[in-house]
């Protein structure tokens, strides 16, 4: 695939019903920022005494949802709360991801399910939901995992095993763990890099990525 | 955990490295890796690495249920050798030790503290919960490389090292908890 290709493909609109123990809920992948502002948070997504969420409340993802091919793919209760977010788009430039004006990388940016509806599966079914696009397949599919954004309270689980908990949650879907000097994940070892090559990817695009893993200091 | 393998890193010169697990067929790479070591690095290791049936054996009798080599190669050529040593069963299941060499001709490139990071990563994943590094205190380098990475000196052993000279050094015992917890004080 020729680098000009590379922005070619859209993220496309899908939808899905899910059973839970607590009724039923809907996937909406690359929700419309028109849905989302009809719809509220679940209360388990927001400040607690030693976790906050990242988003601060549906207007933030109304900010992703309009930027150039971003994704935000969102789970809705019954009640038409959000109860699971997952936020995409192309990385920014001031964070270190300069040589990416082709949109060769794709970052997941966000994943969050409510403390009130954990465990229930729901952050697989979305991050299944996303890698199902074809727009995936074109890129190099990678987030970033900070230690000091996880919920360690309520889970309990120290930080590295959070970051197994999030390896083990997206390594079924082709995300690989890879090394950087990216200096914020370079500040806890905990704090990992992971990322999905897409299908459609050349060698050469491959490699590029390889390497842009190792310049963020140059 | 081994089918991440092989990952490659960029030094800070450009050069391309892959890591990758020891495999029966290095054998003479890693022959080759020690007889580059220089004498006096060689001295503070556990084996007698300037024998070359020694390192053979490691590489013929590969298990990496209790120690997973994981080399650097560039150009075909073993440039790093990072392993990780687990005890499967009894109180120290829970513990791991590394152990660390590099060629000469990549030190000070950052590819001792990438072959460290993977092999933290590769112990995080293996539900590991804590990393021991033993090392000489005149190892000054490695000891602070460690500290970055958020090691900490436990024990010193006063004088357990000579050099070739006579010189006595101490041994330094640095962990690395791979399972802290918060307090609520």
């Known amino acids: ?218 | 955990m081994l089918d991440e393998y092989p990952k490659q890193i960029v030094l800070k010169d450009g050069m391309l490295v892959t890591l990758r697990p020891l495999e029966q067929n290095d054998a003479e790479r890693l022959v080759a890796f020690f007889q580059r070591i220089p004498a006096e690095n060689r001295w503070y290791l556990r084996h007698d690495v300037s024998d070359p049936a020694v390192v053979r054996s490691w590489a013929a009798a590969l298990n990496y249920d209790r120690v997973i080599p994981i080399v650097a190669l560039c150009d075909e050529q073993i440039v790093g050798d990072a392993t990780l040593h687990r005890h499967r069963h009894g109180s120290s299941a829970h513990v791991g030790e590394i152990r660390l060499v590099i060629d000469p001709a990549v030190r000070a490139k950052r590819l001792g503290t990438w072959m460290m990071l993977d092999l933290i990563q590769l112990a995080t994943g293996l539900g590991l919960e804590k990393l021991i590094a033993e090392i000489a205190s005149s190892e000054v380098a490695a000891i602070r490389a460690l500290r970055h990475l958020d090691f900490v000196r436990e024990a010193v052993i006063p004088e357990l090292h000579k050099d070739t000279q006579g010189n006595t050094y101490d041994l330094v015992i640095m962990v690395k908890n791979l399972a802290p917890a918060w307090t609520d004080f």
Request: glycine share 6%.
């Open chain 1, 1 to 218: 695939m020729s680098d000009n290709r590379l922005l070619a493909l859209h993220p496309t609109p899908h939808e899905q019903t899910l059973l839970s123990p607590h009724g039923q809920l809907r996937i909406i992948r690359t929700c419309s920022p028109d849905v989302l502002r009809t719809l509220s948070l679940d209360t388990g997504i927001g400040r607690f005494a030693r976790y906050r969420s990242i988003i601060s409340g549906v207007n933030t993802l109304e900010k992703v949802a309009v930027l150039p091919d971003a994704n935000v793919t969102i789970t809705i209760s019954s009640a038409q709360q959000i109860v699971g977010y997952i936020e995409c788009s192309y990385p920014d430039a001031v964070e270190g991801w300069r040589d990416n004006a082709d949109g060769l990388c794709y970052e997941l940016g966000a994943i969050e399910v409510s403390r009130n509806w954990r465990r229930l599966g729901l952050a697989r079914e979305m991050v299944a939901t996303i890698v199902a696009d074809a727009f995936i397949e074109t890129k190099v599919f990678f987030l970033t995992g900070y230690s000091w954004h996880w919920d360690t309270d309520q889970t309990g689980l120290s930080v590295y095993a959070y970051r197994n908990v999030l390896v083990r949650l997206f390594r079924p879907f082709g995300f690989q763990v890879y090394l950087t000097n990216n200096p914020e994940i370079r500040m806890s070892s905990a704090n990992v890099l992971m990322a999905r090559l897409g299908r459609s990817l050349t060698a050469q695009q491959r490699e590029r990525f390889q390497k842009m893993l190792f310049t963020f200091e140059a």
